[in-house]
């Protein structure tokens, strides 16, 4: 269950009441968010059992329980695939409103709504209309993940147009601030090719790579370890969403993995070699060495956890025993000796009565942290420089 306990009420900019359309994960944890800093918050949706479930963890109050609240705020937030109806049919309700979107694709939606603020010769239907798009979500869909915290320290992408009024882009941008956001203004179709490398192929690829695990011997299964879990996280997203989001977003994404296939093709035939005339034969090495350093360098582009320039972590590796409350106590262990966790990774095998911790840590204060640690009965593995 998601993050549904009453915060503290914080100064907000956003003006309400705001109206949230579509009562799914981002739909359900906004309107979370906004009540939290004391705004109204009127819900829609055409599914009333996701609607009356939003409602039940207190994101909102449903559209038919309010029906003469006339909203300063629309926020989207369906499927990409319907976005541009909903924005279109909300600009025509609610004439003094600015109306903004969530999907996480952006060119269709926007060259809809222009086309239709030409069409009827009106330019004030396009000047209320802002796109945008947080980088938020989990594996689990619906309000049920719904969560406070979901948008907090998150990139959010205002996608403003040329008709975009001053007022309409200040309106959206403190909504991402009033959740905890970071907003970021870029134009559609940088939006849309930029999430397609960071967000939509990486979707495809580690979907592909466990669909190859369907029809795995349990043997290679029990064999699993924090490599696979990593890269195949994503992979239990759901897929109606993600078929919605990729044959919005076909032709960034297409682009993409046109490369990635060239890369794979020229692997593939010096591995073949290898395979055939023996691994010091016919460029195989050469081949993996690129393949692995391109990823290197890829990796050390990725901006740290505050954003900007990558930064570099000591990481140190604690066996946490697999029981209540182990995990809760190396954490209060790293706060007793004053020591900021700056990231965290947890692998557990299969069969293993323990796990294994990996802490990122100032690198200033790692050999006192192991020592400390040490005199507090947990087992220090080992410690390495990471990005």
Same mark, same amino acid.
């Given at each position: 269950?998601?993050?549904?306990?009453?915060?503290?009420?914080?100064?907000?900019?956003?003006?309400?009441?705001?109206?949230?359309?579509?009562?799914?994960?981002?739909?359900?944890?906004?309107?979370?968010?906004?009540?939290?800093?004391?705004?109204?918050?009127?819900?829609?949706?055409?599914?009333?059992?996701?609607?009356?479930? *939003?409602?039940?963890?207190?994101?909102? /109050?449903?559209?038919?329980?309010?029906?003469?609240?006339?909203?300063?705020?629309?926020?989207?937030?369906?499927?990409?695939?319907?976005?541009?109806?909903?924005?279109?049919?909300?600009?025509?309700?609610?004439?003094?409103?600015?109306?903004?979107?969530? *999907?996480?694709?952006?060119?269709?939606?926007?060259?809809?709504?222009?086309?239709?603020?030409?069409?009827?010769?009106?330019?004030?239907?396009?000047?209320?209309?802002?796109?945008?798009?947080?980088?938020?979500?989990?594996?689990?869909?619906?309000?049920?993940?719904?969560?406070?915290?979901?948008?907090?320290?998150?990139?959010?992408?205002?996608?403003? #147009?040329?008709?975009?009024?001053? %007022? *309409?882009?200040?309106?959206?941008?403190?909504?991402?601030?009033?959740?905890?956001?970071?907003?970021?203004?870029?134009?559609?179709?940088? %939006?849309?090719?930029?999430?397609?490398?960071?967000?939509?192929?990486?979707?495809?690829?580690?979907?592909?790579?466990?669909?190859?695990?369907?029809?795995?011997?349990? #043997?290679?299964?029990?064999?699993?370890?924090?490599?696979?879990?990593?890269? /195949?996280?994503?992979?239990?997203?759901?897929?109606?969403?993600?078929?919605?989001?990729?044959?919005?977003?076909?032709?960034?994404?297409?682009?993409?993995?046109?490369?990635?296939?060239?890369?794979?093709?020229?692997?593939?035939? %010096?591995?073949?070699?290898?395979?055939?005339?023996?691994?010091?034969?016919?460029?195989?090495?050469?081949?993996?060495?690129?393949?692995?350093?391109?990823?290197?360098?890829?990796?050390?582009?990725?901006?740290?956890? %505050?954003?900007?320039?990558?930064?570099?972590?000591?990481?140190?590796?604690?066996?946490?025993?697999?029981?209540?409350?182990?995990? *809760?106590?190396?954490?209060?262990?790293?706060?007793?000796?004053?020591?900021?966790?700056?990231?965290?990774?947890?692998?557990?095998?299969?069969?293993?009565?323990?796990?294994?911790?990996?802490?990122?840590?100032?690198?200033?204060?790692?050999?006192?942290?192991?020592?400390?640690?040490?005199?507090?009965?947990?087992?220090?593995?080992?410690?390495?420089?990471?990005?």
């Amino acid at each position: 269950m998601g993050n549904t306990h009453s915060s503290p009420q914080r100064a907000v900019a956003t003006r309400g009441p705001v109206l949230i359309i579509g009562s799914g994960l981002l739909g359900a944890s906004l309107g979370l968010c906004l009540r939290a800093g004391g705004i109204d918050v009127i819900l829609d949706d055409t599914s009333p059992t996701s609607l009356r479930l *939003a409602q039940d963890i207190g994101a909102g /109050t449903p559209r038919a329980d309010a029906p003469d609240v006339v909203p300063a705020l629309v926020v989207v937030a369906v499927p990409p695939d319907v976005a541009d109806v909903c924005v279109i049919e909300a600009l025509r309700t609610y004439p003094e409103a600015i109306v903004t979107d969530v *999907a996480s694709v952006k060119v269709a939606v926007v060259a809809d709504v222009l086309a239709e603020s030409q069409r009827l010769g009106d330019p004030t239907i396009a000047s209320r209309y802002v796109g945008s798009h947080p980088m938020a979500g989990r594996e689990r869909s619906g309000a049920g993940a719904a969560d406070t915290d979901l948008f907090y320290g998150s990139p959010w992408v205002i996608v403003a #147009h040329e008709s975009s009024s001053p %007022h *309409a882009i200040l309106a959206v941008r403190a909504l991402a601030g009033d959740v905890g956001a970071v907003p970021i203004e870029m134009d559609a179709t940088a %939006h849309d090719r930029s999430v397609a490398l960071v967000s939509h192929v990486p979707q495809l690829v580690a979907s592909m790579l466990a669909a190859r695990l369907t029809e795995a011997p349990a #043997h290679a299964l029990d064999l699993a370890g924090g490599g696979l879990r990593d890269t /195949t996280r994503i992979a239990a997203s759901d897929p109606r969403l993600w078929t919605a989001i990729l044959a919005g977003n076909a032709g960034p994404v297409c682009e993409i993995l046109t490369r990635i296939r060239s890369d794979l093709d020229d692997l593939i035939v %010096h591995l073949e070699a290898a395979a055939e005339r023996g691994p010091l034969r016919g460029g195989s090495v050469g081949a993996v060495n690129r393949v692995i350093s391109a990823g290197n360098q890829g990796v050390s582009r990725i901006p740290g956890k %505050h954003g900007g320039a990558p930064r570099r972590y000591a990481e140190v590796e604690v066996l946490v025993p697999d029981a209540p409350g182990e995990l *809760a106590r190396l954490f209060g262990d790293f706060g007793e000796i004053n020591v900021n966790i700056e990231d965290l990774a947890l692998e557990h095998s299969s069969g293993q009565r323990v796990g294994l911790a990996r802490v990122s840590i100032d690198p200033a204060q790692l050999s006192g942290t192991e020592r400390a640690l040490d005199e507090r009965g947990w087992r220090v593995i080992a410690h390495s420089p990471i990005n």
